[in-house]
């Protein structure tokens, strides 16, 4: 079925374009990002697009609508350099949807998750959330085309608990009950099919 | 479990570093990309960092490794401007890993998937992938500290069969067998949890 033509979605009922293109690009990562503001405020607030920028050195990116609206999460990061991301499992899924809510005070009593603050790094972890990671801001690029913002950080400390890493490096996401989301509302478990041998044209692929 | 603390990374084997921070960020989309050299060679590659950059109008970013080895499906974007997406199910899952591998010709000969041409578009879609859409290519953003390069590409055409789009839009990747990634060679089936309401600071989130 052909959805759309060129130029189609200026005709699409607003909300209707908003699910349908925010759902098209494919299933995505779930974290709660950490932050605090140069005012001492906690803030925590639910990404998907969280980035693999690069393993040497290790850095992350995280992707923010445009600029428009107050965005705490991001001037928090402008302004103090430093953030929290940590996965969201099934036991924290409630709360961490919560956290989008507008509230007043910090999100985490709002929502009732416990603040941990690990090896003196400034912004707040989710104390229950199983893998999490410390980056410190290092670049911001505006894209043209929409505002939307790119912002990365270098990976200063990460948490995984020992039995989820196997011996090369992998972490086990599903293990950790780490769990995917697709669209602005919609949260997922995994079921693994496969890792699969690196690629070579003359042999089939098979289980790893 | 504290599995890295500063600067820890330069120690670490550089396979287990390469595997671990491309699955600790989460998990990722997974689609093949489809494009046709300006000598007319088409090409097919899989990317699990397809990105959602706006929906009024939409947008898709693409990201790719710094440009340090030869990169077929970059140069072609760069020189043609024309790029399709296709999601993998199961069926074609081996066939979509193993476009990596280097293929002499082709990528669509030498893994067996079948070229499609829709609606006048350059650029070849992957006939048996369910959810697929063209883009024309409209920005490139280039990150200053390890040369990874994020394409953006205006939306201009998708094909979705009608059974998996709800009255509102979303699309449900998991009907259609889309499935998630994570790391360099894990793929995953999907469970869905919950769709969620909107969160407001003065109600639990519920099932919608």
């Known amino acids: 079925m052909k959805l759309l033509d060129y130029n189609g979605w200026e005709n699409m009922e607003s909300m209707f374009r908003r699910n349908l293109f925010n759902s098209l690009s494919g299933f995505k990562s779930l974290a709660l990002i950490g932050t605090k503001s140069a005012g001492g405020i906690t803030n925590l607030a ?27 999460t991001l001037e928090n990061i402008l302004d103090t350099k430093y953030f929290t991301i940590n996965h969201v499992h099934v036991d924290i899924l409630l709360q961490a949807h919560h956290t989008a809510a507008r509230w007043e005070s910090s999100e985490f009593e709002g929502v009732g998750l416990e603040e941990e603050y690990l090896d003196n790094f400034q912004s707040p972890f989710v104390k229950s959330s199983k893998i999490k990671w410390a980056c410190e801001f290092v670049e911001r690029q505006d894209i043209k085309v929409n505002g939307t913002i790119l912002i990365i950080g270098a990976i200063k400390q990460i948490y995984v608990p020992e039995a989820y890493v196997a011996k090369d490096g992998f972490i086990d996401l599903q293990s950790a009950g780490s769990l995917t989301s697709n669209g602005l509302d919609a949260y997922y478990k995994t079921d693994l099919v496969d890792r699969l041998s690196y690629p070579k044209p003359d042999t089939l692929p098979h289980s790893i």
Chains 1, 2 share one sequence.
């Not at 969280?50 to 705490?72: K, Y």
């Open 46 to 72: 639910p990404f998907s697009q969280i980035i693999h920028i690069g393993a040497n050195p290790p850095f992350t990116g995280i992707l923010f609508r445009p600029h428009t609206v107050q965005r705490d």
